[in-house]
């Protein structure tokens, strides 16, 4: 792999064309993946899922540059459940940007914009900034509510394989502003590695919806690096279904940088085959009267894993902090796997923390109350198991997205 | 025995107590009535020392300046309140805290503290006494117990305590007439020339049972009237709205 | 709880910190095959137990000390200790404790550890440890008429090498990590104990640990064996002396529980704790480990850390038998610079297996908490079940709380519920005490000793009392 993403890089270096001062950033950014690969297991944010092995068992020659891509043959099918505004990527690169709902002023966007030095221990940010070419950043002005959600397509072509795209959004969101976002990716029937990174900056009192949906059934291996700042009095809802691809790990960092900030952080991980998936957070209470709430439940048949990594840290300026957490799994197979490592670590003594974990089969009293009350033994499970994450959903706050987000997993009629 | 000069108390900067007088000798029941937000917990409180509040005044007990004391002090001094909401503190058995509780006061007056057989007798008396089922103080200390359990725990406490000035905050409230005649008991068994009771409530049901020397109305942080007990009766009549 | 209020105030200091003046015997500073040699020699030792030592040495050569643990400290120069250190008295073993230096006794009697017969506490068997050697076992005799064998590590060896040699190693190998296999190299002393099958052990025994001499680390080894159906109760106590210098406490302790044998080890760690600005004081370093071998069989680990500088340890429970349980109960506390990294593991091999850990921890002063545990529930281990509750206190803004358990569970038909809370003591509460007479320390002594009571009733009675002390007595001036 060495020789090849040495190769690839070059080339790359040699196609777009950067200032100097990018190129070394760039060249920085590289040699410390080098120096470091891959994440293996034997690094403890990586314990329960070491995704060098996974990528190769699960794509033999890894690209990291791609060359030519069909994209007119593409046919851009779009959601047509509710209006809303979009940000298209195809294979990597931004196809559209459509803000027709917004008011003109009030969006502020910049393409190709240039990296900056950001001292991120992670090889696969430092993956990221080497071979992000077309990185967006766009700017909510200041006490602009926007009308209608964005929604990121982030679509593959079919003869795309075997190939690592880096994909980078930054959004900053000014004081007083206000945004719904939807993450969405296609169907996709090619091994790739997607390498996704997205830093939102929530000034005061401003709020942040995001959606991240991983649905249907894909080979695609992804990491999702997403770190968000907090200010004073803004809010915070983050919702992920992570149900789709053959690996998925959302890495999500939260920093309370203000107070009276909040974080409500929700998750469903609902997977067969031989899946794995993985929501790993760190929520950082970094002042006073700040509040986290995350509730993370886990769906397991087949021979699936699933895992839930959380923490809350508590600064010892952050008294009066709020923080909650809490992650529950059914395994219905024998072969499932779940592994959780919910963590606190608190410095002020004024504070309310507590998180809790729970994983094993259904119990067996309730599928035989609702038997006796003549259903079939499958479909008393199925409710169950529906009424288990029909909890998490509730949590989504935006009505119309709640409604297209039920019928993705199938639990609108359920209730 | 209990002498306030022109209290005065704010917290946060709002002004609670407004310059208030009572003077309360031994042997007498006083009521405090009011409505909500007059002032009386914050009485009840500067009384026994809880911090937070800034203060103004001269309060003396027994002729020594209380409110230099220390909460623990004037536990020491035989100030007792009985709390409107009393704590749950878990792990810790009722038992051990009373005994704790009594021979922390009885070190500090340097009286000899009692050993286990002593304090057993002295409970079963006293819950006896006070038709009290004895089985609430194997359990820990106001965890799960009912609002009237708390408030006749409260009540037991004082009586096995015997405290010269007892603190009645809002005893009253979320009592059942059953329990309001036990909690009555208790107070007017303890009752003696002695020791003196400062009954602070916002109705006057507590007051059919245990009838007062002198009853005051405390509005907007002041003593608006003093009278006998047929005060507490008007106003009930009345109601603090239009009682002027 | 009485003897908190009457104890509090003559308890200031840490109250185990002399020294007993005594010559002893040492090995030659450093950590080489002459050092092993010599305390193989010194002991009499047969051949195997020296190629035990040998062979954990030349592991060890091969090994890194771990560096994940949260508490940090400066590297410890290994060749700079002392690995053997013995009253000069004790080699002329003395057969009684007549013979015994009455330097030692007056030790012990001071330590409220009483060994002549007349004096000794009843219904409690004591095997003294004073720094590398065992210096007296008490009710031995009376031990063996049942079959029950107590007594010190070295003694076993010579006389019951069949046992040690088909058990020592065999829950905690040799290879096993850095710190275990020092141990195992470089053991001086420990208490070793069998129970025989079906018998149910009429008193409790227990080991007290001393450490006296200075540069001198201490590595002792506790074997504990309960065959079928046997039931045994075991407690350690530890204390040493104010010294400036950090000294290492590296034990090893083995459980093994047979068909249907249940051994309940209990621990009141009180390490000298170093001062109130972190220096000196003992690195606590410690492996302990149970294996439930046999079916129905049952270990239960208690602990009360409230000593040394640094407290890093896991007592663990390795379920292999069908139908085994697991249980941890622990209270940690640090306070000033003190620091711990401590928890449990629960590994469940065998079907319904169970486990249960309460763990609670409470920091104070500039000190750092940490409770490190892991479930892990094997595919084979049908229908286990696992609790988990782990509660901290946090006392002041400049201490932390720190909560990492690991679950693993790969058994659909298993199930695991961990839960954990940090809090504090609310000002209500303390105003509540006060109100009733307690003064500051008395009360948060009463309320903390609420927060631990889970805990503290798991200890033997006798020992109960004295944890109690301990846990008000940790928390010293870590109020206003």
């Not at chain 1, 998925?248 to 899946?275: A, P, Q």
């Not at chain 2, 117990?145 to 408030?151: A, L, N, P, Q």
């Not at chain 3, 030792?45 to 030349?58: G, Q, S, T």
């Not at chain 3, 270990?299 to 890093?312: C, D, K, M």
């Amino acid at each position: 792999m060495e020789s090849q993403i040495k190769l690839d890089f070059e080339n790359f270096l040699n196609k777009e064309k950067f200032s100097s001062s990018q190129i070394q950033l760039k060249k920085n950014n590289f040699n410390e993946f080098i120096k470091k690969g891959f994440p293996n297991k034997r690094i403890e944010d990586w314990k329960f899922s070491d995704l060098n092995q996974i990528i190769q068992t699960n794509i033999k020659k890894l690209n990291f540059i791609n060359s030519d891509i069909k994209k007119e043959d593409f046919e851009i099918t779009t959601v047509k459940d509710f209006e809303h505004n979009k940000i298209i990527f195809l294979n990597g690169v931004i196809l559209k940007v459509d803000f027709t709902f917004e008011e003109n002023d009030k969006i502020i966007i910049q393409q190709n914009h240039n990296i900056n030095e950001d001292n991120v221990e992670n090889s696969l940010v430092s993956l990221n900034s080497a071979f992000v070419s077309n990185y967006v950043k766009f700017t909510v002005k200041k006490g602009y509510e926007t009308k209608k959600p964005l929604i990121f397509y982030n679509y593959l072509t079919s003869d795309i394989t075997s190939s690592a795209l880096n994909i980078r959004i930054d959004i900053d969101l000014e004081d007083g502003s206000s945004l719904n976002v939807v993450d969405l990716s296609n169907q996709n029937l090619n091994n790739n590695f997607i390498n996704l990174r997205q830093n939102f900056h929530i000034g005061e009192n401003a709020i942040l919806k995001k959606y991240f949906l991983d649905t249907g059934n894909s080979p695609n291996i992804k990491y999702i690096y997403n770190n968000l700042d907090l200010s004073k009095n803004s809010h915070l809802e983050y919702f992920i279904l992570s149900s789709g691809s053959k690996f998925l790990k959302n890495d999500i960092i939260c920093s309370l940088n203000n107070e009276y900030g909040s974080i409500s952080l929700n998750g469903v991980i609902n997977l067969d085959g031989e899946k794995h998936h993985e929501i790993k957070t760190v929520i950082n209470h970094k002042d006073e009267n700040c509040k986290s709430y995350q509730l993370i439940k886990c769906v397991l048949t087949d021979k699936s894993k699933g895992v839930y990594q959380g923490k809350i840290y508590v600064d010892n300026k952050a008294q009066k902090t709020d923080g909650y957490q809490l992650s529950r799994a059914l395994l219905l197979n024998d072969q499932t796997e779940f592994n959780a490592k919910p963590e606190l670590e608190i410095y002020a003594d004024d504070v309310k923390c507590s998180h809790g974990s729970t994983s094993g089969n259904i119990d067996e009293d309730s599928i035989f109350y609702l038997m006796s009350r003549g259903l079939s033994y499958e479909q008393s499970k199925q409710l169950l198991v529906n009424g288990f994450l029909h909890e998490v959903l509730e949590k989504i706050t935006d009505e119309k997205i709640k409604i297209f987000i039920k019928k993705l997993t199938g639990l609108e009629n359920e209730y | 025995m209990l002498s306030i000069k022109n209290l005065r108390a704010k917290i946060d900067n709002k002004e609670i107590l407004k310059g208030l007088n009572l003077n309360i000798n031994p042997g007498e029941v006083h009521a405090i009535m009011g409505p909500n937000g007059s002032g009386k917990s914050t009485l009840s409180n500067i009384l026994t020392g809880k911090k937070g509040y800034e203060i103004e005044g001269e309060v003396t007990f027994e002729k020594e300046d209380l409110l230099k004391l220390e909460p623990e002090e004037r536990a020491h001094k035989g100030i007792f309140l009985a709390f409107q909401y009393p704590l749950e503190i878990p792990g810790v058995n009722t038992n051990i805290f009373l005994k704790t509780s009594i021979n922390a006061i009885k070190k500090a007056r340097g009286e000899k503290e009692l050993d286990a057989i002593e304090f057993l007798k002295l409970i079963k008396k006293k819950s006896a006494d006070l038709k009290f089922d004895e089985k609430i103080l194997s359990r820990q200390l106001n965890v799960g117990f009912s609002g009237g359990e708390k408030k006749k725990n409260e009540i037991l406490q004082m009586s096995i305590l015997n405290p010269k000035l007892a603190i009645l905050d809002e005893t009253d409230s979320g009592l059942d007439i059953d329990a309001l005649r036990v909690v009555s008991e208790g107070v007017n068994t303890l009752r003696n020339q002695n020791n003196a009771f400062l009954i602070i409530t916002h109705y006057q049901r507590l007051l059919d049972y245990v009838i007062p020397d002198y009853v005051h109305v405390l509005k907007n942080g002041q003593i608006i009237k003093s009278g006998g007990p047929e005060l507490a009766k008007n106003l009930e009549k009345l109601g603090y709205k239009d009682f002027n | 709880m009485n003897s908190i209020e009457k104890n509090i105030d003559n308890l200031k200091d840490y109250k185990y910190g002399f020294i007993t003046d005594i010559e002893n015997i040492r090995a030659p500073k450093g950590l080489n095959e002459d050092t092993i040699k010599f305390i193989s020699n010194i002991k009499k030792e047969p051949k195997w137990m020296l190629d035990f030592r040998i062979k954990a040495f030349e592991r060890l050569k091969l090994l890194k000390e771990p560096n994940w643990q949260k508490p940090k400290f400066p590297k410890i120069d290994y060749q700079d200790l002392y690995y053997y250190s013995a009253p000069k008295s004790m080699d002329d073993k003395p057969k009684s404790l007549d013979e015994l230096d009455p330097k030692l006794l007056e030790t012990y009697k001071k330590l409220g550890i009483p060994l002549q017969e007349q004096a000794r506490l009843n219904g409690i068997a004591i095997d003294a440890v004073f720094d590398s050697v065992s210096v007296a076992t008490t009710f031995k005799e009376e031990l063996i008429k049942q079959g029950i064998i107590f007594c010190s590590m070295s003694e076993a060896i010579q006389k019951h090498s069949e046992l040690v040699r088909k058990y020592l190693g065999s829950v905690i190998p040799i290879t096993d990590h850095f710190y275990a296999t020092l141990n195992s190299a470089v053991f001086t002393d420990g208490s070793f104990v069998y129970i025989p099958e079906g018998i149910r052990c009429p008193m409790e025994l227990s080991t007290y640990f001393r450490i006296n001499a200075s540069e001198t680390g201490q590595f002792e080894r506790t074997l504990i064996i309960a065959d079928k159906g046997s039931y045994v109760s075991y407690l350690e106590g530890c204390t040493a002396p104010m010294r400036d210098k950090n000294q290492l406490h590296a034990a090893n302790v083995e459980l093994i529980a047979l068909d249907d044998a249940e051994i309940k080890y209990s621990t009141v760690q009180n390490w000298y704790p170093g001062d109130k600005n972190g220096k000196g004081g003992i690195y606590n370093f410690v492996t302990k480990r149970g294996l439930c071998k046999g079916k129905n069989s049952k270990i239960s680990w208690t602990q009360v850390e409230t000593g040394s500088a640094i407290t890093w340890k896991y007592p663990s429970c390795i379920l292999k038998g069908d139908n085994s349980v697991g249980e941890f109960y622990s209270i940690a506390i640090t306070n000033n610079y003190q620091m711990a990294d401590t928890g449990t593991k629960m590994i469940h091999l065998g079907k319904n297996t169970r486990s249960k850990i309460i763990s609670k921890g409470i920091s104070a002063g500039n000190s750092d908490m940490m409770y490190r545990g892991l479930v892990d529930i094997s595919a084979r281990a049908d229908n286990s079940r696992n609790f988990t509750q782990c509660d901290s206190l946090l006392m002041g803004n400049k201490c932390g709380a720190h909560t990492i358990p690991y679950i693993k569970n790969k058994n659909s038909k298993s199930k695991i519920e961990h839960e954990a809370t940090t809090s504090k003591i609310s000002d209500e509460q303390l105003y509540y005490c006060k109100q009733r007479g307690l003064n500051s320390e008395e009360a948060i002594s009463l309320i903390v000793n609420g927060f631990c009571k889970e805990v503290l009733q798991q200890l033997p009675m006798e020992f109960a009392v004295e944890a109690q002390k301990l846990v008000g007595i940790s928390l010293e001036g870590s109020v206003g």
